[in-house]
């Protein structure tokens, strides 16, 4: 039979294990590199409407991850399962989005732009 002890391990090693597969937060995903240099040619109001572009989808798919990430919060808690491992998240959107908004920056930076 399982002592108290071995019982308490098995639940941290099973927590530890659920947790580390839940979907991360948007502000915790770090942006995936995208060179400027395919921005570093247009011009500012072309690199304006880009960043307004890639703002919005970054913040769509910024909401989409926070809500799987408290869905995979929720399932642990209530059925110890990190859902978004089953349906998938939009980690690598958020990355990619963030790593555009970086690049139109740099590019608006060296084009001079306001």
Same mark, same amino acid.
């Given at each position: 039979?399982?002592?108290?002890?071995?019982?308490?391990?098995?639940?941290?090693?099973?927590?530890?294990?659920?947790?580390?597969?839940?979907?991360?937060?948007?502000?915790?995903?770090?942006?995936?590199?995208?060179?400027?240099?395919?921005? =570093?040619?247009?011009?500012?109001?072309? +690199? &304006?409407?880009?960043?307004? *572009?890639?703002? #919005?989808?970054?913040?769509?798919?910024? @909401?989409?991850?926070?809500?799987?990430?408290?869905?995979?919060?929720?399932?642990?808690?209530? =059925?110890?399962?990190?859902?978004?491992? +089953? &349906?998938?998240?939009?980690? *690598?959107?958020? #990355?990619?989005?963030?790593?555009?908004? @970086?690049?139109?920056?740099?590019?608006?930076?060296?084009?001079?732009?306001?």
């Amino acid at each position: 039979m399982f002592t108290l002890n071995k019982m308490f391990l098995l639940m941290i090693l099973t927590a530890t294990i659920l947790t580390t597969g839940c979907a991360n937060r948007p502000e915790s995903i770090s942006a995936s590199y995208v060179s400027h240099e395919r921005y =570093i040619g247009n011009s500012c109001a072309i +690199l &304006s409407e880009k960043m307004s *572009a890639a703002r #919005a989808n970054l913040a769509k798919f910024s @909401e989409m991850q926070n809500s799987k990430a408290n869905v995979d919060a929720w399932g642990v808690f209530l =059925i110890l399962v990190p859902v978004s491992k +089953l &349906s998938g998240d939009s980690e *690598a959107d958020v #990355a990619k989005y963030k790593g555009i908004v @970086e690049a139109i920056e740099t590019a608006q930076i060296k084009n001079k732009c306001k």
